[in-house]
């Protein structure tokens, strides 16, 4: 298995599948899907108080909020500053952050992207302006610098100034990023061609600065990645992928171990993508599909523990009428039109909310959820959701402060939890 694969799932309102009602799909599919229901809201209400509107989190266990007034706290693991808070290897009490931390110099944040396991972990702000910030690791080039990757630390966000954004992936050894002129850009290792780049010149180097991804031409709406595998959802609706890896996450037949040029994976309809660790989802109308990885935890949610090449149908129960998917780790969730939330996969820690720890391969209703979810983010170890009042709750592990509850400890929380802001 790819350790290095980084990104969490995140879905968020702005982000996630509302026009829920577009046509096409498969044709294996169309005559089992729900008819649509009416778009969904994802829209924040605001009771509470601070208010989130966004989270996104990294499969090693940080999480990260954007607020109402623009600003952001992140918590949990700091190793490599990944929190943004001007301040890391400092010794034990900075490593971890079990309280929401503000992040420097950031005002007017409207989505951030987090990613990365252990000394790798990095995280980015998108402002209301186009401009992208990012900050922790730097070991790969996954922050946008020009400079050559550096193993130090950069707790304070630094502004990519190549880069005006819509929104950016962060996938542990590379980022992608939907530009304000709706093209796919790309930055950090492209050891796999995961970059998107023409393939003229052979992947040298540790890392590649921001640049379009000139291997698609088309504008794009949506992106996600491994970390040696990248997707995007063209304005069609159509899927394509590209990169290389071992556990088959193209979602595609190639010929190739490492593919370079984006080619289209047989889902029609596709309003979003998301990855986990070496496997990836897709949302189409009335169905979530996955693909890749060993699937040894469940974590395509097919019922069934066989590994799949091409995407495959996730067994929501029939009523369960899915409008977002977030994968990350080994697991995924899904949001139905109801706003309740399904889970599958990893269990081991906890984070499907079931006294066995057990994996399930089966979806799992999540219980104890006070408001509709209108947000997930999913780490190795624990899930957060965004509710509709703009509070967060979070279960699972809690060793590295990752649920947000003002200490960390080595216990399983099953029960979710609201996050505590100062």
């Known amino acids: 298995m790819e350790t290095d694969a980084g990104d969490a799932g995140a879905v968020q309102q702005a982000d996630a599948a509302s026009e829920v009602g577009d046509a096409g799909q498969d044709a294996g599919d169309a005559a089992a899907a729900l008819p649509p229901p009416q778009p969904y809201d994802f829209a924040v209400t605001c009771t509470a108080n601070p208010c989130v509107t966004r989270i996104a989190a990294s499969g090693g266990g940080h999480t990260c909020a954007v607020l109402q007034d623009g600003t952001v706290r992140c918590w949990g693991a700091n190793v490599s500053g990944q929190l943004g808070t001007g301040a890391s290897d400092a010794g034990p009490a900075s490593e971890y952050e079990a309280t929401p931390r503000r992040v420097v110099g950031v005002s007017n944040a409207t989505s951030v992207a987090a990613a990365g396991r252990g000394s790798s972990g990095s995280s980015c702000v ?78 040298a180097g540790p890392s590649s600065p921001p640049a379009r991804a000139d ?16 997707f995007v959802v063209g304005d069609t609706g159509d899927l394509l992928s590209w990169g290389g890896g071992t556990a088959e996450q193209l979602g595609r037949v190639s010929s190739l171990r490492q593919d370079p040029l984006p080619a289209r994976v047989a889902l029609s309809g596709v309003s979003s993508v998301t990855a986990g660790a070496t496997h990836a989802c897709a ?3 009335g169905s979530v599909h996955c693909w890749g990885g060993t699937n040894e935890h469940g974590q395509l949610g097919t019922g069934v523990r066989a590994q799949e090449m091409l995407p495959a149908r996730v067994a929501l129960p029939k009523d369960v009428y899915p409008v977002a998917v977030a994968a990350g780790g080994d697991g995924a969730c899904a949001i139905a039109a109801t706003g309740e939330l399904y889970c599958w996969g990893a269990n081991g820690a906890g984070q499907l909310g079931i006294e066995t720890r057990q994996d399930q391969p089966n979806p799992t209703r999540i219980e104890g959820l006070t408001e509709q979810v209108v947000g997930v983010a999913v780490m190795d170890d624990a899930v957060c959701a965004l509710l509709r009042g703009g509070s967060v709750a979070c279960w699972g592990d809690n060793l590295l402060g990752q649920l947000g509850r003002g200490s960390r400890d080595g216990d399983i929380h099953l029960e979710a939890a609201p996050v505590v802001f100062q």
């Open 126 to 203: 998108v402002s209301a302006t186009g401009e992208v910030a990012c900050f922790g690791s730097n070991v790969w080039g996954q922050l946008g610098r020009a400079s050559a990757p550096s193993n130090e630390a950069q707790p304070e966000p630094v502004v990519i100034d190549a880069l005006r954004a819509k929104s950016v992936t962060l996938a542990g050894k590379f980022a992608l990023a939907l530009g304000t002129d709706d093209r796919l850009w790309s930055w950090g290792t492209n050891d796999a061609f995961q970059l998107a780049r023409q393939p003229s010149v052979p992947p």
């Open 283 to 285: 949302l189409t109308p």
């Open 215 to 230: 291997t698609i031409s088309s504008s794009v709406r949506a992106c996600a990645g491994t970390g040696r595998n990248g």
